[in-house]
């Protein structure tokens, strides 16, 4: 064996979920070194479910791998996110927007790529830092609802 070989990165990707709407809990290892675990990104996919509907969809494994890099961020291996929303159908999202105004018409919860959270264990002003920090997709914060979007769209920022 050569002895400059690439060390293989074989550690579990862990995340730990609480939805706030269905009271469901899971911690899955999604994804073990470079490759996403399928049946853990379809027990995801399920737990993600728009809760309205009960529609499921495929959710964005790179939104995963964000939700980790904002936990080790925070400090909190294993902690656990609260989940506000993660997938909507269209149906869900067209009846949100009647309700707000707030709710985008082309949602990229709609296509699996956006969820809101909150941590266990920390302020929604310091998981809203760390997802900032890492300049990967999109960062909303919402202080009076007291919850942080994210999304694997492009850069950006909104919010307080």
Do not use: C
Not at 69 to 80: A, K, V
């Amino acid at each position: 064996m050569p002895a400059l070989a690439k060390k293989q990165n074989n550690e579990p990707r862990i995340l730990s979920f609480h939805h706030l709407h269905t009271d469901e809990k899971i911690t899955v290892a999604y994804r073990i070194g470079d490759r996403y675990q399928r049946d853990a990104l379809q027990k995801l996919n399920s737990f993600l479910r728009d809760f309205r509907t009960g529609d499921v969809a495929v959710i964005d494994p790179k939104l995963f791998d964000l939700l980790y890099d904002i936990d080790r961020r925070l400090g909190y291996p294993g902690g656990s996110f609260e989940i506000v929303s993660a997938y909507r159908s269209p149906r869900t999202n067209a009846m949100l927007r009647k309700a707000s105004r707030r709710v985008a018409r082309n949602s990229l919860h709609m296509s699996g790529k956006a969820i809101d959270i909150r941590s266990s264990g920390t302020s929604t002003r310091r998981v809203r830092d760390s997802a900032i920090s890492l300049r990967r997709g999109g960062v909303g914060f919402y202080p009076r609802s007291d919850f942080v979007h994210v999304d694997t769209g492009s850069v950006r920022r909104w919010g307080a």
